[in-house]
């Protein structure tokens, strides 16, 4: 079919269809091919393209046709469990059908790109997320919405976890996005976070490696001339180095570090607060022996080293990567 077929297939087709709408963030859910997904609106979808312009490009859909679904589509779904497999939500979804092949298929409202099978997500998320829909990412642990603007606004959904729930409440970084602000409440079991954050390039690979909550921001510690003995702990005999990195601020920090001593290192008794250098000290004693907690809050983040001597905090260099 050529571009004139199509073009007046497409007008006949909006005139009884209607014009494209837009999804709440319970239609996005409820629309969902995949169980766990990352959506973007059609809004979403422009300025990621200009961004991305191989984004949909590799879909095997002619031109002609793409071009035109674009222009009137309401959103992408992307499979999280498999990236190959794409979902557009359209108005003209049954212009596909002139193309179906193997690899993509037109069925009720989708064109489906390497999409053999439809999953639904399950819904336990959905209700509690802000009604942010230019970006939704849903996974079994935990859901994401997103609204593009001057500043980056995201909602976020998980079960419970204390710990968690602090970390949201002295967050400074998600990934290598920086957060303005963070309110935090609970309901039915779920922690629900309302987050400010500076805007976020409109990269789709920057998108799926920092919007997540791995917890790790971009800093690095390297101890100098100590031999490395697990993921955070360093010795050099017979003293020893441990480090704790977290997106969060000092205030946090210290609050999920005293925490740990609680737990691990119950006889410490703590001296004094003092200085050093550019590292805020927190002196304890264990059997007459000093422990020193150091705290330093960096652009991402705070680091925290704990050791048994001030002096070995020279050895310590902080990299933001």
Not at 55 to 76: Q, W, Y
Not at 127 to 139: K, Q, W
Not at 178 to 198: F, L, P, R
Not at 272 to 278: N, P, R, T, V
């Amino acid at each position: 079919m050529d571009v004139k077929k199509i073009t007046l297939v497409t007008i006949f087709l909006l005139f009884f269809c209607g014009c494209v709408e837009t999804l709440s963030v319970k239609e996005v859910v409820d629309n969902s091919p995949y169980a766990h997904f990352v959506y973007l609106s059609k809004d979403a979808v422009n300025e990621f393209i200009k961004e991305n312009p191989d984004l949909i490009k590799d879909t095997e859909i002619p031109k002609d046709l793409l071009s035109i679904i674009t222009s009137f589509m309401t959103g992408i779904y992307i499979n999280k469990d498999n990236q190959n497999q794409i979902a557009i939500k359209t108005p003209l979804w049954i212009l596909g059908k002139i193309y179906q092949n193997e690899n993509i298929i037109a069925d009720n409202g989708y064109i489906l790109i390497n999409t053999k099978s439809i999953t639904k997500p399950n819904p336990k998320f959905r209700d509690y997320l802000p009604n942010y829909n230019d970006i939704v990412f849903y996974d079994k642990d935990m859901a994401m919405s997103i609204k593009i603007d001057t500043n980056t606004h995201i909602g976020l959904v998980t079960e419970r976890n204390e710990n968690l729930k602090k970390i949201l409440k002295g967050l400074k970084s998600i990934g290598k996005i920086k957060v303005i602000n963070t309110s935090v409440t609970e309901k039915d079991g779920y922690i629900i976070a309302d987050i400010t954050c500076e805007p976020i390039p409109l990269n789709i690979n920057y998108i799926r490696e920092n919007m997540n909550l791995n917890l790790k921001p971009p800093i690095t510690v390297e101890v100098s001339g100590w031999e490395k003995v697990s993921e955070n702990e360093y010795k050099k005999d017979p003293h020893f180095i441990k480090v704790y990195i977290f997106p969060v601020n000092e205030e946090t920090m210290k609050e999920l570090i005293n925490e740990q001593i609680s737990d691990e290192m119950s006889n410490l008794k703590k001296v004094k607060d003092l200085k050093y250098k550019d590292w805020n000290i927190e002196e304890y004693m264990k059997d007459n022996i000093g422990i020193y907690i150091g705290y330093k809050e960096v652009e991402y983040g705070t680091v925290c080293i704990i050791t048994d001597s001030l002096g070995n905090l020279d050895d310590v260099e902080i990299h933001l990567t």
